[in-house]
């Protein structure tokens, strides 16, 4: 589930593009950065199916960067998430009868490649501010849950629909998106990006397939509830459509961020 084909494709007519002129440029000094960054994180997937810049949750991150010239960068990153949704506040009559909800966390562990479209300053250019691409790779840690009366459970170990083996809470993710950068003070620069994720799992939300044989069960008493299949009307049938039957979700990270630049006297005796 990502956003769709057309755009990515003119993303990477933009990347080449930029690849293309960028070896026409002088190379600049390669150089360090680190940088921080927060803001809000998103979630596409079963319980959320078409709003793709839909924020349920902050998010916040830092990195450590290798510029390796004014248009190409590799950096470490780290990013933590949180996101949630509720068919209960859905626009879809069907979605708030099915009455699925959680919340999880998202800890990203990513090495992840920039390219600046301009002849960016702080690695040896002459332009101040540059929009950039970036695309990766990296693990992400995710453990959906629900609370009921106070207590929360942990629905990657309740087999909700029926898993056998359950499923992996530490997947392979592929982020990608585009960003804006602005050096406005000596080596301080200031940034904003926009990123989506593609991890492959679609139990972000612990929703996937069918509604199971055995339903799971959570809490006492008149408080019980069928966590397999929380609808008023208990609609899941054995087998029948749980979730979109599409095979990943997707989550996103909307940041602002500030970032140090270390630059050696050579950067700026071009």
Partial sequence: MTPNKPLLLILFLIFSGGLVRAQREPIGEPSWEVGLMAGGAGYIGDLNQNNYLKISGLSAGAYVKRNFNQYLGLRVNYTYGQVKADDANSDNEQFRERNLRFK??????????????????????????????????????????????????RLDRLATEGQENGYKHVVLTIPYGLGLRYNYKDTWSVFTELGYRTPSTDYIDDVSGRYPANPVYAGNGQNRVNLSDPSVNQIGQPNTQRGDFRKRDTYLFVSVGISFTFVSSKCYSF
């Avoid at 950039?132 to 995710?142: K, M, S």
């Fill in 104 to 153: 999880t966390s998202l800890n990203e562990f990513s090495g992840i490649v920039d390219f600046n479209f301009f002849n960016f300053n702080l690695g040896g250019g002459t332009r101040q501010f540059t929009p950039y691409l970036f695309a990766g790779a990296g693990l992400v840690i995710f453990k959906p849950t629900v609370k009921i009366d106070g207590d929360r459970y």
